[in-house]
């Protein structure tokens, strides 16, 4: 879809009147800058004041390695959003899906950013280099239908996220590990993240635009990526586990 809802809406300048936004600066320029660099943010890039901010996962941040420090950075920030922004998840979903046609276009939307930041990413979804449009490039279309169902499958469980899609987003994450040979790095997981809040909120009209959407938005692509990196995380030790037990 093109641009026309790419300008700034007015919501952003609003200052925030509920109490449980009282404490939260986000949101989208502050969070969700222009990428231009595949790095991991700072663990004090956290938008949301509910448990489980910026506490490592295993409560000992100091016994873990620095490869592992940036994954649990990532799966640390699983904070489901609440309900206003749930709501106001669902109801800009709807529109963005209705003015988009389908997922696949906001899929490739997202890829298209992706590939922009960090072109060498192309080669990992064998996507040619002379191909700069995906929406002509019809091969492509499956792997971004694939990608925003997922956004779409939490989105519709967005009320019971953690049972509904906790353990199938941690399954993903397990599956991505076994991808590294095809090119998958948890360091680029970032990337994906700011690419899909920034194309999200840039493409919603400005009346959708609203602070509970975008902090609810920003919650939810969080917690998407850092059940993939748990999910990472776990396979990870797991094939450590098993290589350890074979060499015994
Ligand atoms: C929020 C982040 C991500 C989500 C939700 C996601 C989701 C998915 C899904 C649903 C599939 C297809 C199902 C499967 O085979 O597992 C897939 C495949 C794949 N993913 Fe991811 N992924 C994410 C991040 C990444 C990143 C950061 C990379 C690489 C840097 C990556 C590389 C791949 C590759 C190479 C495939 C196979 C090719 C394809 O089907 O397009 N993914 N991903």
Redesign the pocket.
């Known amino acids: 879809m093109g641009n026309s809802h790419g300008h700034r809406s007015r919501a952003f300048s609003r200052q925030s009147t509920s109490s449980e936004q009282s404490n939260t600066t986000i949101p989208y320029r502050s969070q969700s800058v222009r990428v231009t660099a595949c790095r991991l943010p700072s663990s004090n890039s956290s938008t949301d004041s509910e448990p489980n901010n910026n506490q490592p996962i295993n409560g000992k941040s100091n016994s873990v390695s620095s490869a592992d420090h940036d994954v649990l950075q990532v799966a640390q920030r699983c904070v489901a959003p609440i309900k206003q922004r749930k709501e106001a998840v669902q109801q800009s979903w709807s529109v963005l899906l209705s003015l988009s046609g389908d997922i696949t276009q906001i899929g490739l939307g997202i890829y298209q950013k992706i590939f922009e930041a ?1 072109p060498d ?1 192309r080669a ?3 996507v040619p280099e002379h191909v700069h449009d995906l929406q002509s490039y019809p091969d ?1 279309h ?2 971004g239908k ?2 925003v ?3 779409d499958l939490c989105v519709r469980s967005i009320h019971s996220l953690d049972s509904d899609m906790g353990p199938i ?1 941690v399954m ?1 994450g397990r ?2 590990f076994h ?1 590294q040979e ?5 360091q ?2 970032p ?3 700011n690419c ?1 809040i920034e194309y999200i909120v840039e493409n919603l009209p400005d009346e959708e635009k609203t602070n509970e959407a975008v902090i609810g938005w920003n919650n939810l ?1 969080k917690y ?2 850092g059940k ?1 990196a748990e999910g990472f995380q776990l396979e990870r030790m797991r094939n450590a586990h098993i290589r350890r037990k074979s060499v015994l």
């Not at 095809?182 to 948890?186: D, H, K, L, P, T």
């Open positions: 960090a990413l990992v979804f064998s492509f499956r792997s694939l990608f169902s997922v956004i987003l993903y599956r991505h991808r095809q090119g998958f790095r948890i680029y997981l990337l994906f993240e899909m692509i998407i990526c993939l």
